[in-house]
Nanobody, 123 residues
Framework: QVQLVESGGGLVQAGGSLRLSCAVS???????????VGWYRQPPGKQRELVAV???????NYRDSVQGRFTISRDNAKNTLYLQMNSLKYEDTATYYC??????????????WGQGTQVTVSS
């Protein structure tokens, strides 16, 4: 059983900041069990897209449009994933989802999602 619970979304003016949190609970008890943990977002009327991801080896990748403005991090002791979002832009408006993924040796994956948290940036 895996549960991901996001918090921290809200309404903010362009140029402002928000920090999203994702509390991860799993049978193994540790966020480090997962091969990848990250944040996705779905803007209104568009498909879900990757924002940032941390791998098991602590490699971090960002979407080009958020590079330098967003920072992904995790607190293993608290089993919590964070997304610090600075210099927010109108186009960052979206529902943000936390994701945790297992990847098997054959390349297949099992992916888990939170319920989403809304981020709205006013221009």
């Amino acid at each position: 059983q895996v549960q991901l619970v996001e918090s921290g979304g809200g309404l903010v003016q362009a140029g402002g900041s928000l920090r999203l949190s994702c509390a991860v609970s799993a049978v193994s008890g540790s966020i480090t069990t997962f091969d990848n943990v990250g944040w996705y977002r779905q803007p209104p009327g568009k498909q879900r897209e990757l924002v940032a991801v941390i791998t098991r080896d602590n490699d971090i990748n960002y979407r080009d449009s958020v590079q330098g403005r967003f920072t992904i991090s995790r607190d293993n002791a608290k089993n919590t994933l964070y997304l610090q979002m600075n210099s927010l832009k109108y186009e960052d408006t979206a529902t943000y989802y936390c994701n945790a993924e297992f990847v098997t040796a054959s390349g297949s994956s099992a992916s888990y999602w939170g319920q989403g948290t809304q981020v709205t940036v006013s221009s």
